[in-house]
Nanobody, 123 residues
Framework: QVQLVESGGGLVQAGESLRLSCAAS????????MGWFRQAPGKEREFVAA????????FYAGSVKGRFTISRDNAENAVYLQMNSLKPEDTAVYYC????????????????WGQGTQVTVSS
């Protein structure tokens, strides 16, 4: 059974940092693009970041570029999202997912999803 499990969310104050982890099991994702998305209450799910199989190419939404860093450890079958200088508008449930087709920023192109981890940033 394929599973993606996110962890590391929590409640922080604006300006602080969090590191999210996504642990994969059931199959290896070392050859896949992996992505992070988020969904705030009342809003659609949006792309945050993606990383290619080797980690040599990364992609970010404009709203997080320069503050967030995506990385991966294929030996551990894990993907990470380092979030610095957090803002209240970063508050959302964060999901990791495996990309299978189409554009990396399109959530319709991802087939395996985790259950999400809540990030809350207070002002």
């Amino acid at each position: 059974q394929v599973q993606l499990v996110e962890s590391g969310g929590g409640l922080v104050q604006a300006g602080e940092s969090l590191r999210l982890s996504c642990a994969a099991s059931g199959r290896t994702f070392s050859s896949d693009i992996m992505g992070w998305f988020r969904q705030a209450p009342g809003k659609e799910r949006e792309f945050v970041a993606a990383i290619n199989w080797s980690g040599g190419s990364t992609f970010y939404a404009g709203s997080v570029k320069g503050r967030f860093t995506i990385s991966r450890d294929n030996a551990e079958n894990a993907v990470y999202l380092q979030m610095n200088s957090l803002k209240p508008e970063d508050t959302a449930v964060y999901y990791c997912a495996r990309h299978s087709r189409s554009c990396y920023y399109d959530d319709q192109g991802y087939d395996y999803w985790g259950q999400g981890t809540q990030v809350t940033v207070s002002s």
